[in-house]
């Protein structure tokens, strides 16, 4: 009789954690697929792990950055920002092999529109999960060094000081595009382990 009643305690322990896994799945699933629906990352990959390529990669970052942000902040949406992009696309790649000949590199950039797998990234705080996310990528020569992401929009990227770049309007457009829950979760930096307050 005892051990029929622990088997059943057991079982509905099980149960539960099962069921919170499951629901909590659920919530991540939907905060990854908001997240997808509404942000554009920025993707800038070196031509290789040299120490100078790695420096005017961030250079590039920094550049195509500063061109691209007061544009974003005119944007109110995914789709308005992409539309923005996809016009500005030519300037961007003249802005990237711009900068990398300031150095004396003659090296080629190619800007494309993708969709790939980011890790989990931390921006101030706010924290990424990773996934798979819409993203304009930007090549240096062969692309074969040390990468570097970012959300583009809204803006949410790290500048050269390394602070990061998140002013109210951004603030304002990701509670309007992600809900005041999304936003409340991304915003703790270990959000799976807030996840468990929800």
């Known amino acids: 009789m005892k051990g029929k009643y622990i088997q059943r305690i057991f079982f509905v322990l099980a149960a539960g954690i099962f069921l919170f896994a499951a629901a909590r799945h659920r919530i991540l699933a939907g905060m990854q697929e908001d997240l997808k629906e509404n942000v554009i990352r920025f993707h800038v990959r070196a031509n290789s792990d040299s120490k100078k390529d790695q420096e005017e990669k961030l250079k590039v970052r920094d550049a195509v950055i500063d061109y691209v942000s007061p544009y974003m902040e005119n944007a109110e949406t995914k789709e308005e920002a992409l539309v923005i992009l996809k ?105 799976l382990r807030w996840l468990w307050e929800l």
Not at 139 to 149: P, T, V
């Open 87 to 191: 016009e500005k696309e030519g300037e961007i790649q003249k802005i990237a092999e711009d900068t990398l000949a300031k150095q004396g590199n003659p090296q080629k950039a190619t800007v494309s529109f993708t969709t790939e797998e980011f890790p989990e990234k931390e921006y101030g705080s706010y924290v990424f999960p990773k996934g798979r996310y819409d993203a304009v990528r930007v090549d240096l020569g062969e692309a074969k060094g040390h990468n570097w992401w970012c959300v583009m929009f809204p803006d949410l990227c790290i500048t050269k000081d390394e602070k990061v770049k998140i002013n109210r309007e951004a603030e304002k457009k990701m509670k309007k595009l992600l809900g005041e829950n999304t936003v409340r979760v991304i915003k703790q930096k270990k959000y």
